[in-house]
């Protein structure tokens, strides 16, 4: 009878032991290096935004954060990879709108947005300008309508490609003001810029810290913020939303993601994390240099905003009949 105690006694134990593993093994997260992977060049914005959170979440918890570029078809292949992995936190992607807004509904993708990843956390939030040729007789969104309005198809805006972020916050602006203009797709913003200057292109989006140059110098003028609210480099610029079209927003954001099935745990810890780095003094200065706003949710707020955001540039594609063949 007492050998019968002691031996269930055991199972009971070992049983206890066991459900106690998958909490254990949870808890040690991170217990070795993690890889961001980043699915543009070095250098860029969203690389600037994985190394400035990488540094932070190293510190915070304790093992190597590593960003890895993997570069091609507009970030596709970096996010491919990381749809690919294991979900067990060791490997993540930070994300900018257009990879994961705009191309799912522009292109046929090996991924989807929604179903291979699992939602973390926003990163960020880049803040852009509308700006427009100092020659062009306008100093406020309502001045800049009336002139597009009263010359029809007589003004020409540039942008870094067709299907573009950009591009496609001009496509809203037209249809929510109600004027034409002509589209010239140029390979990034600076040539685009440059021809601003010139007076080849009217008009154009730019983000902030590559424009501000040119608007101090006076070679373009600033008109308004295309984001939700004003930004501290240019505190009496208004957004084009309080300029008399509410609800106009474009965000050039990015996220934090991790394979679809990640599990909860890893996923709270990091969002809590991120939260944190965004949030904190050093990283604010940082941000603030690169016309970046901190832009925190939670992960179930960032799915559901990421959700939103595809949905919204869907309706803009289709409305506008933008195709990228």
Same mark, same amino acid.
Do not use: C
């Given at each position: 009878?007492?050998?019968?105690?002691?031996?269930?006694?055991?199972?009971?134990?070992?049983?206890?032991?066991?459900?106690?593993?998958?909490?254990?093994?949870?808890?040690?997260?991170?217990?070795?290096?993690?890889?961001?992977?980043?699915?543009?060049?070095?250098?860029?914005?969203?690389?600037?935004?994985?190394?400035?959170? &990488?540094?932070?979440?190293?510190?915070?918890?304790?093992?190597?954060?590593?960003?890895?570029?993997?570069?091609? &078809?507009?970030?596709?292949?970096?996010?491919?990879?990381?749809?690919r992995s294991a979900p067990d936190g060791y490997t993540l992607v930070v994300v900018p709108s257009s990879t994961h807004a705009v191309n799912p509904n522009l292109t046929k993708l090996s991924w989807d947005p929604q179903r291979d990843f699992t939602p973390i956390a926003m990163v960020g939030n880049v803040t852009t300008l509308l700006i427009?040729?100092?020659?062009?007789?306008?100093?406020?969104?309502?001045?800049?309508?009336?002139?597009?309005?009263?010359?029809?198809?007589?003004?020409?805006?540039?942008?870094?490609?067709?299907?573009?972020?950009?591009?496609?916050?001009?496509?809203?602006?037209?249809?929510?003001?109600?004027?034409?203009?002509?589209?010239?797709?140029?390979?990034?913003?600076?040539? *685009?810029?440059?021809?601003?200057?010139?007076?080849?292109?009217?008009?154009?989006?730019?983000?902030? #810290?590559?424009?501000?140059?040119? #608007?101090?110098?006076?070679?373009?003028?600033?008109?308004?913020?295309?984001?939700?609210?004003?930004? &501290?480099?240019? +505190?009496?610029? +208004?957004?084009? *939303?309080?300029?008399?079209? *509410?609800?106009?927003? #474009?965000?050039?954001?990015?996220?934090?993601l991790g394979p679809a099935g990640l599990p909860q745990d890893v996923v709270q810890k990091l969002n809590a994390e991120t939260v944190k780095a965004v949030n904190s003094a050093d990283v604010k200065e940082r941000y603030a240099k690169l016309g970046v706003e901190p832009f925190a949710m939670t992960p179930g707020e960032a799915g559901e905003?990421?959700?939103?955001?595809?949905?919204?540039?869907?309706?803009?594609?289709?409305?506008?009949?933008?195709?990228?063949?």
């Open positions: 009878m007492e050998r019968l105690r002691r031996t269930l006694a055991a199972v009971a134990a070992l049983g206890m032991l066991a459900a106690a593993a998958p909490h254990a093994r949870a808890q040690a997260w991170p217990a070795r290096p993690v890889k961001i992977v980043n699915g543009f060049p070095a250098g860029g914005p969203t690389d600037i935004l994985a190394r400035i959170l &990488a540094e932070k979440l190293q510190g915070a918890l304790g093992q190597a954060f590593v960003v890895e570029n993997r570069p091609g &078809a507009t970030g596709a292949i970096g996010s491919e990879f990381v749809a427009v040729n100092p020659g062009l007789p306008v100093k406020s969104v309502q001045e800049f309508v009336a002139y597009a309005k009263a010359n029809p198809g007589k003004l020409n805006f540039g942008t870094p490609g067709r299907g573009s972020n950009l591009h496609l916050g001009i496509e809203l602006l037209k249809m929510m003001a109600g004027f034409d203009a002509v589209h010239v797709p140029y390979k990034g913003t600076a040539p *685009a810029a440059t021809d601003l200057i010139g007076g080849q292109i009217q008009f154009m989006f730019d983000n902030i #810290v590559s424009a501000m140059p040119n #608007v101090l110098a006076g070679k373009v003028r600033a008109i308004a913020i295309t984001t939700s609210k004003r930004s &501290a480099l240019f +505190p009496d610029l +208004p957004t084009i *939303a309080e300029s008399g079209y *509410a609800g106009f927003e #474009v965000n050039a954001w990015a996220a934090l905003f990421m959700k939103s955001e595809r949905e919204r540039w869907g309706r803009v594609i289709r409305d506008a009949k933008i195709s990228v063949e």
